[in-house]
Nanobody, 120 residues
Framework: QVQLVESGGGLVQAGGSLRLSCAAS????????MGWFRQAPGAEREFVAA????????NYADSVKGRFTISRDNAKKTMYLQMNSAKPEDTAVYYC?????????????WGQGTQVTVSS
C-alpha cells in the first residue's frame, strides 16, 4: 500500500501563489506516476497535472497550463504543485494521487485532500 498526505492548502488572493505538497510513504517503489486532481463544490473531480516518478514527462490540464508547475523530489518522496497567478475558479479541494501504471490506467492511491480557496 501507498499512503499519501497533502499539505499547503489555504487562502490566497487572486493573482497570488501557493505551493501544495504531497508526501508519499509505504511501498513507494510501486509508484509509476503521480498526479493532482481537484474538486470544486457541486462539480466532478477533475485532472490538474501529472508527473512520472522517474523521467521528465509531465501533463497538465489546459486550464492550468502556464500557471501551475508540477514537480517532485524523489529523495523526499514528495510531489509538489506550484500554483501561480491563482484564479477564483481554482478554488477546490486538491487531491494527490499515485498510479502503479501510467496515467491512462488510472490512479490507485489517493490522499485526503487539501482545501485551496482563491479570493477575488
Amino acid at each position: 500500500q501507498v499512503q499519501l498526505v497533502e499539505s499547503g492548502g489555504g487562502l490566497v488572493q487572486a493573482g497570488g501563489s501557493l505551493r501544495l505538497s504531497c508526501a508519499a510513504s509505504g511501498r513507494t517503489t510501486r509508484i509509476n506516476t503521480m498526479g493532482w486532481f481537484r474538486q470544486a463544490p457541486g462539480a466532478e473531480r477533475e485532472f490538474v497535472a501529472a508527473i512520472v516518478w522517474s523521467g521528465v514527462w509531465t501533463n497538465y490540464a489546459d486550464s492550468v497550463k502556464g500557471r501551475f508547475t508540477i514537480s517532485r523530489d524523489n529523495a523526499k518522496k514528495t510531489m509538489y504543485l506550484q500554483m501561480n497567478s491563482a484564479k477564483p475558479e481554482d478554488t477546490a479541494v486538491y487531491y494527490c494521487a499515485a498510479a502503479e501504471s501510467g496515467q491512462s490506467s488510472g490512479f490507485d492511491y489517493w490522499g485526503q485532500g487539501t482545501q485551496v480557496t482563491v479570493s477575488s
